[in-house]
Structure formats: C-alpha cells, structure tokens
C-alpha cells in the first residue's frame, strides 16, 4: 500500500523531496519494485532533466518505510502530476498512487507597463527587459481588439488572478470577467452572506454586521450587467436598503465622519434601478450637490432620471450635469477631477477610478454630452496602471462602462492585418480568420529593440502593449504601511537548522500611517507546511500556546491555505499591531518565497511589502 507524503502545492524552482510510504500490509515478507513517473497538465510530457529513478525495498510483514526523490518544480507548469507504482518482484502485490502537485510561481509575472491607444498610425516603441527581471519569463503582449470594450487585457488578467475572498470580490470578478459561471455561483452562496436584517456581508462570519454600501453596490452593479439577483434575497436587500433610509436600520461608519447622507443616496440609487425608490425617500437629506463628492452627484442625477415626482426636477438635472463639468480635469489623455482628494472615499468602496467609469455610464445617453463622451472613454482608460484600475470595484464599472461605449460608438467592422513585431519575433492576425481581434505573446529580445504594430486595411483597431516580467523584490516597500516578519522556534531538532517536524512561530509586527478600512495582509508559507491551531484532527493546541495579538486591528476573516496565511482587518486604525500564528514544517527541501504583504483593498495604492528568504528545511535524519 502507498501513501502520499507529497506537499499538495509547491513553487516554481523548489528543491523539494517527493516522499512516499510504502507499507507492506501482509502476513510475509516482502521485496518491492518503486517506480515514478512525472508528468505536466493533462499528462503532457514534462520538461524534466531525467524521470525519477526505480528504486527496490524489502519490507517485512507489517513494516512500513519511506522513499523518496529529489525534485525541482518546473517553470511554466501549473500541475505536477505524479504516478507511483508499487509492484512486488516476485508475486502479486501491487498499487498505485495518483497525486496533483500545484505549482504556483515564487515570482508571478506580472505587468509593469501598459499603454491602450487606437491603431490610427503604425505604433513604435522601444522595448527591453528590466534589468532585474528572472529571464525567460515574461515578454511583451500585444491585443488587438476590434472594440474597446473587448480589449481590456490588463483587467482580465488582474482580476483573473486577484486571490482576496470577500463577497464583494467574487462579484467584481464576476462582473469584470463578464462570467455568468461565476455570477451564479456568487447568487447561489448569497443566502449565507445575508445578516438578520437583509444586508450583505463582506464575510460569512456570523457575528459580522452587513454593510449598506456592499449591498447598494451588488444591487446596482447587477443591475448595470443585466444580471438577475435571485427573487428572495432580493426581495430582503430591497426590505433592508429601505429600512436603513428611513432609519429603521442603523449601520455606523468605519470612520468619524458625516458620510449618512452619501450612503442613504447610494442606496436610493440602488433602489431607483428596479422601481423601488419614491421621492419620499429623499426628505431625510439635505440636497446640496455642490457640497457632495463626485460619486453622490452621479448617485443624484440617476436618481432625478428614475424617479417622479421630485420638484423642479429638469432644473435640477442640469445642475447635476453642470456640477459634473466643472470638475472634470483633463491633463493629456487622462480624466481627473478637480475634487479628487475629496472624492476618495475608501471606506465607502469609491475611488476616483470608479467615478470616472460611473461618469461615462451615467452620461452616455445624453444628447448634450455625446460629443464628449469618447474624450470620457480615453480619460477613464487613461487612469489605468498597469493596464487595470485601482480597485475591485473600479475594475467591474469600467469594463461596464467601456462596453456600454462599445455597443453605443464602434460601428464600423476593421479588416485586413494586423503585425507585430518586436527584434527577430513577429507575428501576424488576419482579420479574415478572427473578426474580434487576439492577443500575441512576443519574448524579450536580448537587448533593446523596437516593438512595432501596424495595420493594413479598414477600420482602426484597438491595441494593448504590456510590458510583463517576473521581478523579484529586493528590499522593503512602505507606502502606508510598514512591515516587520521575526520567525522563532516552538520545537526545533538542532539549533540553527529547520528540519522536518520542526515547528515555528511566526511574527507580523505592522503599522498603519493612517486610519483604514478593510485591510488584507498575506504572509506566504513554504511548500508542505501545515497551519497549527485549526481545531483539525492530529492538530497541537499546545504547540500554539503563546500566540498573541495586540493592537486595535478589527479582525473579519482568515484564511489559511497551502500557500500563505490571510488575515482580512474591518478596520485599522493608525498605529502599530500584530498577530502570530504557528506552523509545522512537514517536507525537506529549499522552498522559495514571496514577499510579505499588507494592502488596503479598496485604496490599494496604500500598502507594504517585505522581501523574504528561501527557506531550507533538512531530513532532520
């Protein structure tokens, strides 16, 4: 009989010792032929050096030992798919053992750079691999699309990849992804996220409050991606979005200010959408939209198109719109606001980036600002780094927003070609074969060289150029938070040296520069390692005594998974905490990893990293 002693994820370029036990579970004594076979997704061959070596064991009746091979995990694989054999030399005893391995990168690719423009003119660039970048990964992507809307790359990569869990990311992701899989999926855990009141929750977590912002959000984003909120929750956010504008339904704000009056809009808003606003609603806030943040203005004129009966209505339509104009900034192809530090209401889940999507939503249907609204488009694409906007949210309304534009402004079909070229590499999409454009992946050459992409024949097609690379981080980043990562021994074999078994305490010492709300930090562990503390069977809660926590930090949610440990903070005020947690580590090996991290989700430009060393764990034989 085997078993698996093999770590269920590792990273790429881990040394790492696949183990396995084999038992002879008979009444004799017996001689065993092992044999290993690797393999990539689906099977396919693997770009290993040599296959694990066949080894023999003699094992008596009852006796149990363990082998095992040394490997190194595999670049640009994301399985590693182990079959082991065990077969008796001489008789009829015999298994096998299938085990998937996920192999995830120590230093993820990722985009750097990235610039969208129309295909109006032949586009040059020069193009080189940052000097720090890992070689052989990475290159420079080029999509072409035929609409904007469809060319939104940078987006579908970030959200794709983005690993935060909280109810509002599920249905961002769904949204920007325009994935109905996940969509459903989302609607069918709704239920669970629901407090006794009807309002949403960020977690499932029983004593948490539901927020009145993330349900006015799920009601109005749904609404905007013509998706379908399943009739009973619905019914219960509507109960509860009510409640909670004629003060039935108290919710505080994360942070001291007077933010009431903005929440109660958003949630008329929410409500207009489906014909459940009456101007009623509105005789507990005081109208005065010069004063407001951009995002209640927009909230307010949606709210003017949708609902009869509110005085001086058209009057007050074009103020809305006029208080709009005034504070657009334009500096070259970028959109800002003349009110942008204002308008940054983190705790709300609005940053400018959502704001400049929401403008583009809120407007493109009227007459007098159709001449403006492809200037709009170029403003909103403008703010985005990296290719993607700031936040979740923002990503979810500007994929929205850009298809909107799309179905309203890009008409006309292009034809013909479309080539790049970057050093000796080139490739061609012929338009003939693939009418919605596509996407070409181009290797850094080995020095500096020029991208160029032209086009031949009808139309002015779409293109994005990211600049992707795998950068390790070499030194500490601190751009509102600050990092301090100590690791110390609860049980170690041999001072000085982590071997196998061995367990270890490790500590996050952070510090905000300023108050925030919903803050995530990520701290990740090496390949094979084990959470302690989790209540799970054959766990040590004595191994985790001594663990602390101090600091003011509001604790919602954590995770831990075979890669790292989340811990997801409400709120946190400005100051220092801290937390710890306990690990074992199960497999011998030098295991890579990535930085530390601690991130504000919905002000992402506030955050720390730490750089962290490899870890070496021994046999410990």
Same mark, same amino acid.
């Given at each position: 009989?085997?078993?698996?002693?093999?770590?269920?994820?590792?990273?790429?370029?881990?040394?790492?010792?696949?183990?396995?036990?084999?038992?002879?579970?008979?009444?004799?004594?017996?001689?065993?032929?092992?044999?290993? *076979?690797?393999?990539?997704?689906?099977?396919?061959?693997?770009?290993?050096?040599?296959q694990? %070596?066949?080894?023999?064991?003699?094992?008596? %009746?009852?006796?149990?030992?363990e082998?095992?091979?040394?490997?190194?995990?595999?670049?640009?694989?994301?399985?590693?798919?182990?079959?082991?054999?065990?077969?008796?030399?001489?008789?009829?005893?015999?298994?096998?053992?299938?085990?998937?391995?996920?192999?995830?990168?120590?230093?993820?690719?990722?985009?750097?750079?990235?610039?969208?423009?129309?295909?109006?003119?032949?586009?040059?660039?020069?193009?080189?691999? !940052?000097?720090?970048?890992?070689?052989?990964?990475g290159?420079?992507?080029?999509?072409?699309? #035929?609409?904007?809307?469809?060319?939104?790359?940078?987006?579908? &990569?970030?959200?794709?990849?983005?690993?935060?869990?909280c109810?509002?990311?599920?249905?961002?992701? #769904?949204? %920007?992804?325009?994935?109905?899989?996940?969509? /459903?999926? #989302?609607?069918?855990?709704?239920?669970?996220?629901?407090? @006794?009141?009807?309002?949403?929750?960020?977690?499932?977590?029983?004593?948490?409050?539901?927020?009145?912002?993330?349900?006015?959000?799920?009601?109005?984003?749904?609404? &905007?991606?013509?998706?379908?909120?399943?009739?009973?929750?619905?019914?219960?956010?509507?109960?509860?979005?009510?409640?909670?504008?004629?003060?039935?339904?108290?919710?505080?704000?994360?942070?001291?200010?007077? $933010?009431?009056?903005?929440?109660?809009?958003?949630?008329?808003?929410?409500?207009?959408?489906?014909? +459940?606003?009456?101007?009623?609603?509105?005789?507990a806030?005081?109208?005065?939209?010069?004063?407001?943040?951009?995002?209640?203005?927009?909230?307010?004129l949606?709210?003017?198109?949708?609902? $009869?009966?509110?005085?001086?209505? /058209?009057?007050r339509?074009?103020?809305?719109?006029?208080?709009?104009?005034?504070?657009?900034?334009?500096?070259?192809?970028?959109?800002?606001?003349? =009110? +942008?530090?204002?308008?940054?209401?983190?705790?709300?889940?609005?940053?400018?980036?959502?704001?400049?999507?929401?403008?583009?939503?809120a407007?493109?249907?009227?007459?007098?600002?159709r001449?403006?609204?492809?200037?709009?488009?170029?403003? %909103?694409?403008?703010?985005?780094?990296?290719?993607?906007?700031?936040?979740?949210?923002?990503?979810?309304?500007?994929?929205?927003?850009?298809?909107?534009?799309?179905?309203?402004?890009?008409?006309?079909?292009?034809?013909?070609?479309?080539?790049?070229?970057?050093?000796?590499?080139h490739?061609?999409?012929?338009?003939?074969?693939?009418?919605?454009?596509?996407?070409?992946?181009?290797?850094?050459p080995?020095?500096?060289a020029?991208?160029?992409?032209?086009? +031949?024949?009808?139309?002015? !097609?779409?293109?994005?150029?990211?600049?992707?690379?795998?950068i390790?981080?070499? #030194?500490?980043?601190?751009?509102?938070? =600050?990092? *301090?990562r =100590?690791?110390?021994?609860?049980?170690?074999?041999?001072?000085?040296v982590?071997? *196998?078994? $061995?367990?270890? @305490?490790?500590?996050?010492?952070?510090?905000?520069?300023?108050?925030?709300?919903?803050?995530?930090?990520?701290?990740?562990?090496?390949?094979?390692?084990?959470?302690?503390?989790?209540?799970l069977?054959?766990?040590?809660?004595?191994? =985790?005594?001594?663990?602390?926590?101090?600091?003011?930090?509001?604790?919602?949610?954590?995770?831990?998974?075979?890669?790292?440990?989340?811990?997801?903070?409400?709120?946190?005020?400005?100051?220092?905490?801290?937390?710890?947690?306990?690990?074992?580590?199960?497999?011998?090996?030098?295991?890579?990893?990535?930085?530390?991290?601690?991130?504000?989700?919905?002000?992402?430009?506030?955050?720390g &990293?730490?750089?962290?060393? *490899?870890?070496?764990?021994?046999?410990?034989?």
């Amino acid at each position: 009989m085997l078993h698996s002693g093999l770590p269920p994820l590792v990273r790429e370029g881990d040394h790492f010792r696949g183990t396995v036990t084999v038992r002879n579970t008979s009444v004799r004594a017996m001689t065993v032929n092992v044999a290993a *076979r690797l393999s990539g997704e689906s099977g396919r061959p693997l770009a290993v050096r040599k296959q694990p %070596a066949r080894q023999r064991v003699t094992l008596r %009746a009852g006796e149990a030992r363990e082998i095992g091979w040394d490997v190194v995990a595999p670049i640009d694989s994301h399985k590693l798919q182990w079959e082991v054999s065990a077969r008796e030399r001489a008789g009829v005893g015999a298994d096998t053992l299938r085990v998937k391995q996920t192999v995830m990168a120590a230093y993820p690719v990722r985009t750097f750079q990235a610039t969208l423009l129309q295909l109006d003119q032949p586009l040059r660039l020069d193009a080189e691999i !940052p000097a720090d970048a890992v070689r052989g990964r990475g290159g420079v992507n080029v999509v072409v699309r #035929a609409k904007l809307a469809d060319n939104l790359s940078g987006v579908v &990569e970030f959200m794709s990849s983005y690993h935060y869990n909280c109810y509002e990311q599920w249905i961002s992701q #769904a949204v %920007a992804l325009r994935s109905a899989e996940r969509w /459903e999926h #989302a609607m069918a855990l709704l239920p669970d996220y629901l407090d @006794r009141d009807g309002l949403l929750k960020y977690f499932a977590s029983e004593w948490l409050e539901g927020s009145d912002v993330l349900t006015a959000y799920v009601m109005a984003v749904a609404h &905007e991606a013509g998706w379908t909120v399943p009739a009973r929750s619905r019914l219960a956010m509507f109960k509860a979005l009510k409640g909670f504008i004629a003060g039935r339904i108290v919710r505080g704000s994360p942070v001291p200010t007077m $933010d009431l009056s903005i929440r109660k809009l958003a949630a008329i808003e929410a409500l207009s959408r489906y014909g +459940e606003a009456s101007a009623d609603m509105l005789s507990a806030i005081s109208i005065d939209p010069n004063l407001w943040p951009t995002s209640a203005v927009l909230d307010w004129l949606q709210i003017l198109k949708r609902i $009869d009966g509110i005085p001086e209505r /058209e009057r007050r339509m074009l103020e809305a719109q006029q208080i709009i104009r005034s504070r657009l900034n334009f500096q070259g192809t970028t959109l800002g606001f003349s =009110t +942008e530090r204002s308008d940054a209401l983190w705790w709300l889940m609005i940053s400018t980036d959502v704001n400049a999507a929401r403008v583009v939503l809120a407007l493109r249907d009227e007459p007098a600002w159709r001449a403006d609204i492809p200037r709009l488009v170029r403003g %909103a694409l403008g703010r985005q780094q990296r290719g993607h906007w700031n936040t979740t949210v923002a990503n979810a309304w500007g994929v929205l927003a850009m298809e909107k534009f799309g179905q309203a402004f890009e008409a006309t079909p292009v034809s013909g070609q479309t080539v790049a070229r970057l050093g000796a590499a080139h490739q061609m999409l012929d338009w003939q074969t693939s009418d919605a454009g596509g996407a070409v992946d181009l290797p850094w050459p080995p020095g500096r060289a020029p991208l160029t992409v032209t086009h +031949e024949g009808a139309g002015k !097609p779409w293109v994005t150029v990211q600049s992707r690379a795998a950068i390790p981080l070499k #030194a500490a980043l601190s751009s509102g938070f =600050t990092i *301090r990562r =100590t690791v110390t021994a609860v049980e170690r074999k041999r001072q000085g040296v982590w071997s *196998r078994g $061995d367990v270890a @305490r490790i500590t996050l010492e952070l510090e905000a520069q300023s108050d925030m709300s919903w803050v995530v930090v990520e701290d990740p562990i090496p390949a094979g390692a084990s959470f302690l503390g989790t209540g799970l069977g054959r766990d040590s809660k004595v191994l =985790t005594q001594g663990q602390r926590r101090t600091g003011w930090a509001w604790l919602a949610f954590e995770e831990r998974q075979f890669d790292a440990f989340r811990a997801y903070y409400a709120f946190v005020p400005k100051g220092k905490w801290s937390l710890q947690y306990t690990l074992r580590l199960n497999n011998p090996g030098t295991f890579q990893l990535p930085a530390t991290r601690v991130e504000a989700m919905y002000a992402p430009e506030m955050f720390g &990293e730490l750089p962290n060393d *490899r870890v070496v764990v021994t046999r410990g034989q």
